[in-house]
């Protein structure tokens, strides 16, 4: 008799928009059979004018958990009851329990990447990065670098507001001045990559359906010794990577973050 045969499963879920792209599914139900768990996960496409309907319908129907994607990460901040220290802080909740009629977010994605660098070998203590964007995921990760002791971590992005709110949201992290931000063009942008030990991109630049676009990086500003990340794992290796490669750059993708 399968697990399916002892009543209802309960139902955990992913939320974004678009959401096609996800293989978070896949991944998610492969490890809820090899545990034998009476768990499902789904994906579903929810509009941001209908995040907090989404919220308080995962409520309502019982959801045991929910994954939060772009572009969602810190708008959802607003509908739930509680949230951690660190997502406060980030502005930027990827993970949702419901528990006591209530939902609480917290971010995980700072540690998912710091956990993906340790499994290729890579510790950022002493490197100077760049991290091209400025949401959600980028803040997380600036935050994870910042308290893993990188020697300087500069936030890229095209919107100056943006860009400011993420350095704001940084600051208590950054207490030896190791933060800095700079714009999207290549001016500003060219040095701080020609000079980095890690570039990663944060940006959805280059995930399918739209796989042939790129970050705002042109790849031959990198050292050949630079260490080149990618966020997106859909496709595993992007055009951005691919070209890192070819530079002779050693490559991460964004699969051991998810």
């Known amino acids: ?13 992913v ?5 096609g792209h996800s293989v978070s599914p896949a991944m998610q139900n492969a490890a809820i059979r090899a545990l034998g768990l009476s768990l499902t996960y789904v994906a579903f496409e929810v ?11 995962a409520l309502a129907l019982r959801i045991a958990g929910m994954n939060v994607t772009i572009p969602h990460k810190s708008a959802v901040l607003r509908y739930l009851d509680s949230v951690s ?7 930027s909740v990827n993970t949702i329990c419901f528990s006591n009629g209530g939902s609480h977010g917290d971010s995980t994605d700072g540690p998912g990447f710091l956990a993906s660098l340790r499994d290729e070998g890579v510790d950022p203590a002493g490197r100077r990065v760049v991290l091209i964007g400025a ?3 980028a803040r997380a990760v600036a935050h994870a ?13 095209r919107d100056a507001d943006r860009r400011a709110s993420a350095l704001a949201a940084l600051a208590p992290a950054d ?13 500003d942008l060219h040095p701080e990559v020609a000079d980095a030990d890690m570039v990663v991109n944060c940006t959805p630049l280059g995930m399918s359906p739209r796989a042939d676009a790129m970050p705002p990086v042109d790849t031959d500003w990198l050292r050949p010794e630079t260490v080149v990340c990618d966020l997106i794992y859909n496709p595993p290796t992007t055009r951005f990577l691919q070209s890192a490669r070819a530079r002779g750059c050693r490559t991460i993708d964004g699969r051991g973050m998810l």
């Open 145 to 157: 670098l910042l308290e893993s002791g990188a020697a300087a971590v500069t936030i890229a992005a």
């Open 1 to 13: 008799m399968s697990i399916s045969d002892h009543g209802p499963r309960r139902v955990l879920c």
């Open 85 to 91: 220290p660190r997502a406060r802080a980030l502005s």
């Open 175 to 187: 207490i030896h001045g190791r933060l800095r931000g700079c714009s999207t063009e290549p001016k």
């Open 15 to 19: 939320i974004g928009y678009p959401i």
């Open 47 to 57: 509009h941001p004018r209908c995040l907090g309907d989404a919220v308080r319908g």
């Open 135 to 137: 949401g959600g995921s």
